[in-house]
């Protein structure tokens, strides 16, 4: 089968994520997945009493979430990449505090939307109940499985060129990572990466601090982690894991 004919901007983004994943990623035949968790907004999505019907049915959701409009209007004010991704709500994992999400029920390890929705329908149970159990969700993006595809996601370059960000503020970026990327010939897209490879101080206020492979859900994430990173006082994180 002859090789597919890749863009320019595709062939820019695979040097690029090539240089963050140590391989060369258009040849990664593995099955992969993107996520991403804020608790505070896990937290006010359950606290605004969302439909469960979407959840049930296992829908992928996107701008303008015409069916879970208040995640479209959370991820408004908690990110600049989570705007603009595809959900799917039926692979989305859910878990609360101390392993208890449902009442009654201890759950070991996180349990779907579908399965949570179909729960709350048939027990008659309300989202808004579940927030006192502090519930964290672990938003699965859709992607097309590829390890290229997470990472577009991921580092918010799904979208194009035209809504690369700049680097701001210039400094900031960890040394090693900023002379990884000077390779890159697209500058445009190695400043918007640099904004994802800061300092932990900088991480803080500015862009985010890549974690490598270590798991920032602490053993939620359901396979190994590829690569990760975390925003802010370390509210929020975005991985890519493997799943085969």
Partial sequence: ???????PWEESLAAAFSL?????????????????????????LFESGFPREPLAAGEIVAAPFASI?????????WDLFAPHWSIDLGATLFFGEDGELLPGRAVETPISGRELGCELIARK???KKLARAYPT????????????????????T????????????????RKRWNKRFAQLDDSALADHLRNLFRTEDSARAYG???????????GYLPHPVTTAWRFGEAQAWSAVTIAS
């Fill in 1 to 7: 089968m002859p090789e597919p004919v890749r863009s």
């Fill in 20 to 44: 963050v994943s140590g391989r060369p990623v258009l040849e990664d035949t593995g099955d992969y997945a993107a996520w991403y968790c804020c608790p505070d907004l896990s937290y006010e």
């Fill in 69 to 77: 409009p208040v995640l479209g209007e959370l991820f408004d004010g």
């Fill in 125 to 127: 149970v309300k989202t």
């Fill in 137 to 156: 969700v672990l938003f699965r993006v859709h992607t097309d499985g590829s390890l290229f595809g997470a990472l577009q996601a991921v580092t918010g």
């Fill in 158 to 173: 799904h979208r194009g060129r035209d809504h690369l960000l700049p680097l701001d503020p210039e400094s900031g970026v």
């Fill in 208 to 218: 985010a601090y890549h974690l490598g492979t270590d798991d920032p859900s602490h």
